[in-house]
């Protein structure tokens, strides 16, 4: 489990991190940590991701919920590992339906479009299995993920996207609200297009075969670590296709059956 003490040094990890931190605050992509911290070494990458969220915390930044990542069997394979990973939201993080996003503002980005759930209870206690997460989810957005990699060329592992917050950059929040009782995120389909043109399509089942199943193992993850999902926090449960780069002037927009839409445009 990530909570358990990592299997390398905290040189290691700490070297990591400083690698990751200084990609962020220069703007200049980085090698990849994994000749630090190992390619699948579960822990270890935990370990980093841990540390520089805590700086982040310490340095202003709000939590807003999580990212799960590597829904896909597809990318799963791809990387070697049998089990999702997951990011933390910042309050800077989030972009209104609609806004213009500094092409800058998120190294190499990609986007992908999939299902947002915003809590409306916290997942602390009981046994944090399906009906109990559909009764927390106050209600369904699509989202569309601005994923970013401080690692050169997007040459990662396992382990380079866990310690890199899970390749998280930024997010856009459809403003249709829909409650699970209304809406089956199985069934929806998503189209994802870039400056009109269709890049990418998929569905619920592609996240894990249930996007509420995702949330089951992230709400089960957090309160092992002690951090639990909270009322109010959204939770992007993955991507339902696959992700796509942008170019600055790239007009983005996601859309999910029984959602609507959501777009968001990058500066030129």
Known sequence: MPQNHPTVGTDSIAAAAARLRAAAATGTPAAPVRDLIGRDDVRAAYAVQRLLTAERIASGATVTGRKIGLTSAAVQQQLGVDQPDFGFLFDDMAHADGSVVPSDAVLQPRVEAEIAFVLGADLAEGPLDAAQVRA??????AAIEICGSRVADWDISFGDTVADNASAGAYVLG???VPLTAFDPVA???????DGETVSTGNGAACLGDPVDAVVWLARQARDLGEP??????????????????????AVRATVTGLGTVSVTFSA
């Open 229 to 250: 999902l909270r009322a109010g926090q959204v939770v992007l449960s993955g991507a339902l296709g696959p992700m796509r780069p942008v170019t600055p002037g790239a």
């Open 175 to 177: 403003t249709r609200r």
């Open 188 to 194: 929806a389909e998503m189209t994802l297009t870039i």
């Open 136 to 141: 927390a989810v106050d209600h369904a957005v």
